[in-house]
């Protein structure tokens, strides 16, 4: 019996898809080789939020995704507690990407990886991280209008970060969400259903 | 016939964690794989017939109480491949249960019977003439009754389902309350992550402890492997056992002279491939058809509350006939997290701006007619979805956004998202072609989302141009049946649920 030679997706990474059917992993080792060599510094890297430890997320991964949680989620406009201060979103992808198997993990970075470093002429081959707020905005609306691989990449990127942040309770009770409440509401349990009369 | 042994809550599945030697080998009268709609009521039909059953499971069992109401982690533990399951473009999230009781778990309760103009297809183009209306009737009718099927209630029309049935109604379009199997429903919201207080009439409630009273014994963390034959006639399968962690905890055989392939539209072609067996016609895995779905959320100007009530109220029926359309619109409630996965309200502000209005927004799930382009392969190592929307379902695909778009703004709401991967958002009638029009079918540009694989080893009298009789034996085993979503030849346009549970209870009278 043989394995799968790759992993799934999960859901919300399968715009990704595109990235490893087009013969880009073999450029996510190159990527990784890259990052792990010291040419890190090279990509504008920015101090990790806080004092938060990372397992799965390189310092760098750590710097694209935390940019662009706070290009995507605004949040302390809109009264909903911080994506980055107080709902720890980079650390729950952090956490998250523990649980992918290794492919996958190879996969996701190699698509920060390109989101980071796509060169554009509009942006003066600059990396995300470094464009200031409105470029970085027009950067990402620019990639989900932008080829088909671009497209799943942010769209991908996108849920990501979303489901990370809005999967906290914390960001629960500012949206009137209940969660869970089969427990809190005592809904009875009915147990097996009766066999069928004959 | 043995003793029969109901039990109130719960089953009796050996699992995994059980198993104390390297191999098993058992032997049965049938051996059915897979415990979703198929699977659970071949087995309990059989035996009830007094046949000694086994019921093999790929995925865990998780008993209900131990379903946790959040989504990310419902698609961990109870869907296939955790939820990963996606065509190989990435752009269609092909959603299917793992687990004892399959996509019925995990499924939003809606029933419908097959539209009669479907059947009537099925005996002009596949020969199936035995399949009519009146035929198929009585088999409804008792699985219908056996999960306590009836019309929703008004106190299961959810504010999102009554907004959209009074626009409905402004439209003069045709408006029905949905039909759900579920008895006393909770109103929590949650069917997608598994129905806690065992409301909903899923497999996991219902058929498989009704099986296991008459003697089925089932396995869960059992993924069958090959089918075996002998001379040319079905005679059991080679499974593996695997523990959580993903290490094997034992092999095992079951001989039986019946093999019943109800592992879904995806996994069943695949161990036909697997096992190179009933691909005459070489049709085992395509036809792939799966009512490629978008959510299309509006927002209101009072507050609907989507995650609250009945997660499904009521459907609008006006173009269900391919000639006037081919789709069909149902009121959907929703979470967070769907609600980040499956719009595109823009970046930032207006990302911000519709969340922080989620409370404001009801959707609509749209169901297309599609066409069976698709095809599910297995390259020796992995399978493979690949499906694309065609171009000649696209124009479907279109008007059913537009009909969503203007059945919300018939309703009240003052915004309507198209979820495509760029922001689209139609605030008024003279919005909506200029949005919608210029989509394109491209990969990657809407965001699908699909609950309803069928298709991959269609019925047909004819062995050449199909993969299976309308009996549910393949055209070339003798002993090896499939009862499960793959037998249907063409897409059904509404949900299938009811469609397979008729299909297996009458595969398995045949059986008999
Ligand atoms: C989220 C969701 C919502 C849905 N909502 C509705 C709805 O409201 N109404 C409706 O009519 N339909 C709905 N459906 C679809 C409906 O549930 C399916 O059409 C139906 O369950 C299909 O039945 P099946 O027997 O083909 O497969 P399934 O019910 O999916 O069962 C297949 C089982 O086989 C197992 N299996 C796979 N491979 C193997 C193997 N090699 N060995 C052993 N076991 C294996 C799987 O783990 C699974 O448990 C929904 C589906 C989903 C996922």
Known sequence: MKNNNRAPLPGHLAGLEPLSRRGFLRASVLAGAALTSGCASLFGRKDAPETLQYYSLKPDEVDVITRLTEIMLPTERYGLPSSTTVVPTVKNIDIMAQRFPEQTRELLGLGIWVFNNRPMMSFKFKKFTSLSDAKALEYVNAMQEGAFFERGLMTTLKALIALNYWRDERTWPGLEYHGPVTETWGVRRLGNAPLPRA | ?512
């Open chain 2, 1 to 512: 016939m043995s003793q029969v042994k109901w039990q109130a809550s719960g089953l009796q599945v050996h699992q995994a964690s059980d198993v104390t030697s390297e191999h098993i080998a058992l032997e049965a009268d049938v051996v059915v794989v897979g415990s979703g709609a198929g699977g659970a009521v071949t087995a309990y039909e059989l035996a009830r017939m007094g046949k000694r059953v086994i019921v093999l499971e790929a995925g865990p069992y998780v008993p209900s109480q131990a379903f946790t109401e959040d989504f990310t982690e419902s698609l961990h533990a109870l869907y296939q491949d955790k939820g990963g399951q996606a065509n190989s473009s990435g752009d269609l999230l092909v959603l299917q249960g793992a687990c004892v009781g399959g996509s019925t778990v995990v499924n939003g309760c809606v029933c419908f019977r097959t539209p009669d103009f479907i059947l009537q297809d099925w005996q002009r183009d596949f020969g199936l003439s035995e399949l009519t209306e009146a035929e198929l009737a009585p088999y409804f009718d008792e699985v219908e009754q056996n999960l306590s099927v009836h019309d929703n209630g008004e106190h299961e029309i959810a504010r999102h389902g009554q907004v959209i049935r009074a626009g409905a109604n402004k439209l003069g379009w045709s408006v029905k309350p949905l039909r759900r199997n579920i008895r006393q429903c909770g109103l929590t919201g949650h069917c997608l992550s598994g129905c806690k207080t065992e409301r909903k009439q899923s497999m996991l409630v219902t058929y498989l402890p009704w099986a296991q009273a008459h003697g089925a014994r089932i396995y869960s963390d059992t993924r069958v492997e090959k089918v075996v034959t002998e001379g040319g006639v079905a005679s059991g399968v080679e499974a593996v056992v695997t523990r959580h962690d993903g290490t094997v905890a034992a092999t095992m055989t079951v001989k039986a002279p019946r093999v019943v392939l109800a592992a879904g539209a995806v996994q069943t072609p695949v161990l036909l491939l697997k096992s190179g067996l009933a691909n005459r016609s070489g049709l085992v895995g395509k036809n792939f058809a799966c009512h490629p779905s978008l959510l299309v959320a509006g927002r209101y100007p009072e507050p609907i509350h989507p995650w609250r009530g009945a997660m499904l109220g009521v459907h609008v029926d006006e173009f269900m006939h391919p000639d006037k359309g081919g789709f069909i619109l149902e009121d959907g409630g929703f979470g967070l997290v769907e609600m980040t996965m499956l719009a595109e309200p823009g970046t930032g502000k207006p990302f911000m701006e519709y969340m922080e209005n989620a409370r404001y927004l009801a959707g609509l799930v749209t169901l297309i007619h599609d066409h069976n382009v698709g095809a599910i392969e297995w390259d020796g190592e992995r399978k493979a979805i690949n499906y694309q929307l065609s171009d000649a379902d696209f124009p479907s695909m279109k008007r059913a956004i537009k009909a969503a778009a203007k059945l919300h703004l018939a309703s009240g709401a003052t915004e309507v998202y198209v979820p495509a991967s760029d922001k689209r958002v139609i605030r008024s009638e003279a919005d909506i072609d200029l949005q919608v029009d210029s989509l394109e079918n491209d990969p990657q540009h809407l965001r699908m989302v699909s609950y309803h694989p069928q298709g991959t080893c269609h019925m047909g009298a004819d062995p050449d141009h199909s993969v299976v009789k309308a009996n549910g034996e393949t055209h070339d085993v003798p002993g090896l049946y499939v009862a499960d979503a793959s037998l249907l030849p063409t897409s059904i346009i509404v949900n299938p649920q009811i469609t397979v549970y008729a299909l297996a209870t009458r595969i398995a009278r045949h059986m008999s």
